[in-house]
């Protein structure tokens, strides 16, 4: 089939090269010309593994071209998939539609046949009929025009995964015809047993925006456990691993720890919260604000543990911090947990030196302050504390006693909970994480080592350093 994807970030161009991979005809487009460039060279324009492959191939094939001339595309196919952004509103919690409706406003009065509009950014419940009649006003006379949704579910790292081998496909449609159209456009997954939701337009954006809602909600569940095990001595990892034995619940998205940051989660469950409000029902979603919130004092409790780490004082004291990005196998640092804490150091003057594999031009631009390092020595060199913010693997594989010969101090703040804690221990770390004691209590014995938490980072609740502590200001 011939078709179009227009906006090519993270979505349509893993969308394009994954349509024209399964065999179909892609042209992508985009107004950003450097963005078209790149990708018409077989260049992706940000990090996600597998996806320069995957373009080389099918542009090296001839099914997959770039341009960026809606007329072109409006020519080329009857099919047009909507990738473009939706981020949140500047001035509230809603959706920004203005890239979908520029979309439409620009596609319609282009359009000489028939055609199946098919969005698949994320978008508030209500929006595909709004669009539709937006289309149908700017459509040449005896044109007729479509607008489907079909939304997207895919991960940031594991996006090609996601999109050749969805868990499920959700469409909405309005006719027999456009539900016919996309199971062509999606034959091949179907006859790999991919499960197809077809629905009403409405429904379709509902699915997205609910998923995300739900994942959302299952973090901030167990991040809000972890505060209560900060205040009892009880171990948020082998509680998410019980509570995650339980099918029905299951331990996926149960990761304590810094909680979720990115261009999707939080920004979508704002934007359900606003939508939910027009609606006459933001009392159903209330509790949205809640998750946001539980989300938001994981940062502010990174910080506080790092104060009360560092006795104290933050002022002209080293840090290195492990990871930029919102989550690893991305160079994504849209509002990143990791530069939010990250910032908030800099900004009680500590001295901050940030490693990160694949984010650092991004976060460079993203926050002045820290110094960039490029190795991950090099950033903790004579570190009084390593911060471990995002969990890419290879940070998973550092020698701890090797890491401990680098530091001032060897003090690490686990913020993700993945690193082996008794190794760290055993070469003479000191290691804390949220939601896990900060030592390793003998069998049946919690309550003996129960921690406390400093309340706030606020200047007056400064801890001072603990009496004993080995490690308090102690230059290596
Ligand atoms: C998310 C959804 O998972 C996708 O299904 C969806 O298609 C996408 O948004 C979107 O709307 O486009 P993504 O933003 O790539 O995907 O990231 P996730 O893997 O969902 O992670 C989000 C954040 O949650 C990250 O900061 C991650 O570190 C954090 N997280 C995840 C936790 O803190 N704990 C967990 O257990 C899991």
């Known amino acids: 089939m011939r078709l179009t994807v227009i906006g090519t970030g993270y979505l349509g161009a893993v969308h394009a090269a994954c349509m024209a991979d399964i065999g179909h005809d892609v042209l992508g487009v985009d107004t950003d010309t450097r963005k078209i460039e790149a990708l018409a060279a077989g260049r992706a324009p940000f990090f996600e593994p597998g996806l320069p492959e995957i373009l080389a191939r099918n542009i090296r094939n001839g099914r997959l071209r770039f341009t960026t001339s809606l007329a072109e595309a409006a020519d080329f196919a009857d099919l ?28 319609a009065p282009l359009l000489t046949r028939d055609s199946l509009v ?20 700017r459509l040449r006379p005896g044109v007729d025009s479509e607008v489907a949704w079909n939304p997207e579910f895919l991960r940031e790292g594991f996006a090609v995964q996601d999109t050749l081998t969805p868990d499920r496909l959700v469409v909405g449609v309005t006719s ?15 006859r790999a047993g991919v499960p197809y939701v077809s629905t009403d337009p409405a429904t379709a954006e509902l699915v997205k925006v609910a998923a995300n809602s739900f994942l959302a909600t299952k973090i901030s569940f167990i991040n809000a456990m972890a505060e209560v095990c900060d205040a009892s001595g009880a171990d948020v990892v082998t509680l998410a691993d019980a509570l995650g034995h339980d099918t029905r619940i299951g331990r996926r998205f149960l990761s304590a720890g810094l909680g979720f940051g990115g261009g999707c989660l939080p920004k979508d ?23 946001d919130r539980i989300n938001q004092r994981q940062r502010r409790r990174t910080v506080d543990l790092a104060f009360q780490l560092l006795g104290g004082t933050l002022a002209g004291r080293r840090i290195a911090v492990l990871g930029a990005t919102f989550k690893p196998d991305s160079d994504d640092v849209r509002d990143s947990p990791a530069l939010a804490v990250t910032e908030q150091l800099v900004d009680l003057g500590a001295d901050l030196r940030v490693h990160d594999p694949e984010g650092l031009d991004n976060a460079r631009v993203a926050l002045t302050g820290p ?23 290879q940070y998973r594989a550092l020698d ?28 003479g770390w000191q290691l804390r994480a949220l939601g896990r ?34 490690l308090s200001g102690a230059p290596k």
Not at 84 to 101: I, K, N
Not at 118 to 137: D, E
Not at 179 to 186: H, I, T
Not at 400 to 427: C, I, K
Request: charge should be negative.
């Open 269 to 291: 469950i704002r934007a359900f919260l606003a939508r939910a409000e027009e609606l006459q029902v933001g009392e159903a979603v209330s509790f949205l604000h809640e998750i």
């Open 118 to 137: 098919v969005g698949k950014s994320t978008v508030p419940v209500g929006t595909a009929r709004a669009l539709s009649r937006r289309m149908a006003a």
């Open 400 to 427: 701890p006693v090797a890491l401990s010969e680098v530091v001032r101090a060897p003090r690490m703040l686990d913020a993700r909970n993945v690193l082996d804690q008794a190794a760290w221990r055993g070469a």
């Open 437 to 470: 004691p900060a030592h390793v209590p003998p069998p049946g014995q919690g309550d003996a080592l129960r921690v406390t938490i400093p309340q706030s980072v606020a200047p007056a609740a400064c801890a001072a350093p603990a009496p004993g502590d080995p």
């Open 80 to 107: 047009h998939f909507v990738c473009v952004g939706t981020p949140q509103r500047a001035d509230s919690l809603a959706a920004d539609l203005c890239h979908v409706e520029a979309v439409v406003d620009g596609l």
């Open 371 to 393: 110094v960039y390092c490029a190795d991950v020595m090099e950033a903790c060199k004579d570190a009084d504390l390593v911060l471990h913010l995002t969990e890419w693997s």
């Open 176 to 190: 027999p015809e456009a539900d016919r159209m996309l199971r062509d456009v999606y034959a091949p997954m179907l």
